[in-house]
């Protein structure tokens, strides 16, 4: 019998030859990310006893969650992070002119494949994209890493998801996780490792993959993960000189469940308040008034995500009772975007344009909703309070059906628009 | 390790957004402060009438969502001694452990349990007595009982630092 990814990283980083499903061991992680609760990981590190922290070379620290700090609080919060972060020698720390910290870690080549990545924040399997091994974990976890090198991982089973065919116009990487989740459940997959594999995964690109990641916490996933492929290489060239190994699971490897589905007769897709998988047919729901849209976070910011909107919304005006929120993921997307003149296009056609970060999917700050209105996102959450107004509701689905909605006013079906 | 307490119940997939909304994370990291929001978007009244030594009983899924460990500890600041559900989400159930907070696996006894009634949980014998009568749990896989004996991760590293 082969081994699974999740069983092959895992010995390798706990210096083991091999571990079995369920197994619980001592791992060292080659990246640790924390963002903005940074400064709460600091206290708790001081607390410990030790005085600097072990590999500050293993360290990222991008600030996202309330960037820039919308309060005075949240000001002396990043002050004492970046003191924190000069006085322990911590060269990898972005400020809040960089992005989410999703987005961040891999464009500044700090993801690769065959490794494993730990950060205080849920959505870290997104870099399981690139064939790392990538979850997260709690503050006081971090804490603990950065004093001792090591943390305790169980090994997980793992579930195989084989995606062919091709998609549809107007159906994207969105969609299908969206299907999947509404399939199996928020618990569908709970401390699985997923593997996304099949001809439509080998034909999306590496952002479409990277949704797919970011949103396997949806059903529970202690990873999302993507086989390296050539499209993984090109993307990380240009951001890394480091060597990498790539670690695929045997062909015999033992999957606890494999798992078709085939993407060619799927439609727009979208999660219903108050549960991520409360997922129906965007035509289903087509009609509903919204008040807000809002494009961008580290599942749907991306220069690809905010090609398709303008592509939607380029000449047009969005409905004139709604808002619509544009939050490119990161610096480097914010650029390209504006070089390419989809800023221009989203701004002209009614959209504010607002620095990257997490703040508005979390509620932190901007785009917060009052209550009895309706947002419609590309985030990947939608619990009851999740944008600061627990008699609000949100929905989510893809940047396209989000763009369309805009234009109407209403949850509307993108498909027409593209055509 | 014996908890005794009265039940509050809830469902499945009960989210760390609703435990502990986002926009309290960040400027304080004082369980008290955030324990007089604990459970705040899913039942207002539980943060003002929780007493010491409660118990949360839930579906499965509990704790999904964030990372946030401000989920478990103002929980455990509000005074709950014990959560009990059919399946926790693996982030929440590592904040557990790392706070010290018991996190019980019970899935046949969740729904014989009612909102308000006394349970008493024997941790070590892996026991959870209710009007239904007893029920037994898995004790905590030997790796990870060790962090939660020397009273949660903080405590735990120091003392195999020494």
Not at chain 1, 84 to 95: C, L, M, N, T
Not at chain 1, 168 to 186: F, N, P, Q, R, T
Not at chain 1, 398 to 417: F, M, N
Request: charged residues 25%; contains cysteine.
């Amino acid at each position: 019998m082969g081994e699974t990814f999740a069983q092959k990283i895992i010995a390798l980083k706990a210096g083991k030859v091999s571990v079995k499903p369920t197994e619980i061991v001592d791992v060292s992680p080659d990246v640790v990310m924390s963002h903005d609760n940074t400064g709460d990981i600091a206290s708790i590190f001081e607390s410990i006893g030790v005085k600097r922290v072990l590999q500050p070379s293993k360290i990222v620290i991008p600030l996202d969650h309330c960037a820039p700090a919308a309060t005075e609080s949240y000001a002396l919060n990043h002050k004492q992070i970046r003191e924190f972060v000069s006085k322990q020698q911590i060269q990898h720390f972005y400020d809040i002119n960089t992005g989410i910290c999703h987005q961040v870690l891999p464009e500044k080549g700090h993801v690769l494949p065959g490794t494993l990545i730990l950060g205080s924040d849920s959505h870290t399997t997104t870099y399981g994209a690139f064939g790392a091994f990538a979850t997260g974990v709690g503050r006081s976890e971090i804490a603990a890493i950065w004093a001792t090198g090591k943390l305790w991982l169980m090994v997980p089973r793992t579930f195989k998801i084989n995606v062919n065919g091709k998609f549809s116009e107007g159906v994207y990487a969105k969609d299908l996780i969206l299907h999947i989740i509404g399939d199996l459940g928020a618990d569908g997959a709970l401390y699985r490792a997923v593997e996304f594999c099949g001809q439509a995964i080998r034909d999306m690109s590496i952002e479409g993959r990277m949704t797919l990641c970011n949103m396997s916490v949806e059903m529970g996933a202690k990873i999302g993960y993507v086989e390296v492929d050539e499209k993984t290489i090109q993307w990380l060239a240009p951001r890394t000189n480091e060597k990498y190994d790539v670690i695929k699971s045997d062909p015999d490897a033992d999957f606890e469940r494999i798992i078709d589905y085939d993407v060619a007769d799927l439609e727009p897709k979208i999660a219903c308040p108050h549960a991520v998988d409360n997922v129906r047919l965007v035509r289903e729901v087509a009609g509903l008034n919204i008040d807000q849209a809002f494009i961008g976070t580290c599942t749907n910011g991306k220069l690809e995500d905010l090609s398709i909107a303008a592509s939607i919304l380029k000449g047009k005006r969005i409905a004139r009772k709604v808002r619509l929120l544009i939050l490119p993921a990161s610096r480097e997307i914010y650029i390209n975007a504006v070089r390419l003149g989809i800023i221009e296009e989203l701004a002209n056609a009614g959209a504010v344009i607002l620095n990257p970060g997490c703040g508005p999917c979390i509620g932190v700050h901007q785009g917060a909703l009052a209550p009895g209105e309706i947002c419609l996102s590309t985030a990947n959450r939608n619990f009851k309070g999740r944008m600061g107004c627990n008699e609000a509701e949100i929905y989510l689905a893809s940047p396209a059906t989000v763009a369309a909605s805009a234009l109407e006013g209403k949850i509307a079906d993108p498909r027409r628009y593209l055509q | 390790m014996t908890f005794e307490g009265r039940v509050w119940k809830y469902g499945d997939s009960v989210n760390t957004d609703v435990i502990i909304p986002g926009k309290y994370i960040f400027t304080t990291p004082d369980p008290l402060e955030l324990a007089k929001h604990a459970m705040e978007d899913l039942d207002p009244s539980f943060a003002g009438s929780v007493k010491k030594g409660d118990i949360i009983v839930a579906g499965v899924n509990f704790g999904c969502g964030s990372s946030r460990e401000a989920a478990v500890t103002c929980i455990k600041a509000a005074g709950v001694s014990a959560i009990v559900a059919k399946s926790f989400s693996r982030i929440y159930f590592r904040n557990a452990i790392n706070q010290g907070l018991p996190v019980i696996q019970c899935e046949e006894a969740v729904d014989k349990i009612s909102s308000g009634e006394e349970i008493t949980i024997d941790f070590e014998k892996g026991k959870l007595y209710c009007r239904a009568g007893e029920f037994n749990f898995p004790a905590l896989p030997e790796a990870i009982l060790g962090i939660f004996k020397d009273g949660g991760l903080v405590s735990h590293i120091k003392k195999t630092l020494r």
